[in-house]
């Protein structure tokens, strides 16, 4: 199994994670090692992350973590309970629908060169959809019926994996997380385990070493 990414990809983040909670060995292929034009041929997608499956490529950070769970069952990232596994997976769809995929480099590259956005105004574009997000993620932990050490229970998990490269996205981004004390209290606990620090983009092979 060969999971194919850049080191500064949120998506490819959420994959490594999950690879890692699992316990599931894989090998790291930092797409600038292909050669040009190698990465569109496998993936038309053409974004990452990608999982390569024995030659057969799954596109999509939220299709390689299903494919994961219902292949890899135990542990399981999600919730026992029904409504609280829907929960988790609604929380994670939120940071990868309407933040991520709005605040993405292409997205701002786009603003820049096909509406002549400038720097203030592709800030205040990113900073208005994070905001957003951020805040409606602290309120769902606010919600909740029963207060856990991690998003939605006493181990990481589904929502864990999304939240924690978005929050590093935002600060990368400058987006003031100081409002949002339940999703920082998670991150604590997230961040000291090696499923989530070695899945850090520094810690990747790819990682651009110090000049």
């Not at 998506?11 to 292909?34: C, F, H, M, N, Q």
Request: overall charge negative.
């Amino acid at each position: 199994m060969r999971l194919i990414s850049r080191w500064q990809n949120s998506a490819g983040e959420r994959v490594r994670i999950a690879l890692r909670l699992k316990g599931i060995d894989y090998t790291y292929i930092p797409v600038s090692s292909l050669e040009h034009g190698q990465f569109s041929e496998l993936n038309p997608q053409g974004l990452l992350p990608a999982l390569d499956v024995g030659g057969r490529i799954i596109a999509q950070s939220a299709a390689i973590l299903d494919y994961l769970e219902t292949t890899f069952p135990e542990p399981s990232l999600l919730p026992a309970d029904p409504v609280t596994r829907a929960q988790a997976k609604a929380f994670a769809a939120l940071v990868s629908s309407e933040m991520h995929s709005l605040t993405v480099q292409r997205v701002r590259r786009f603003l820049t060169n096909e509406y002549g956005v400038d720097d203030k105004g592709v800030e205040c574009w990113v900073h208005h959809w994070l905001t957003l997000g951020l805040e409606a993620l602290e309120a769902t932990l606010k919600q909740r019926a029963v207060h856990s050490v991690f998003a939605f229970g006493d181990r990481p998990g589904w929502a864990d994996l999304h939240l924690i490269p978005q929050l590093s996205a935002a600060r990368r981004l400058q987006c003031d997380l100081s409002p949002y004390p339940q999703l920082l209290e998670v991150e604590q606990h997230c961040v000291v385990l090696d499923a989530f620090r070695m899945s850090r983009p520094e810690a990747q092979p790819d990682f651009p070493s110090s000049p």
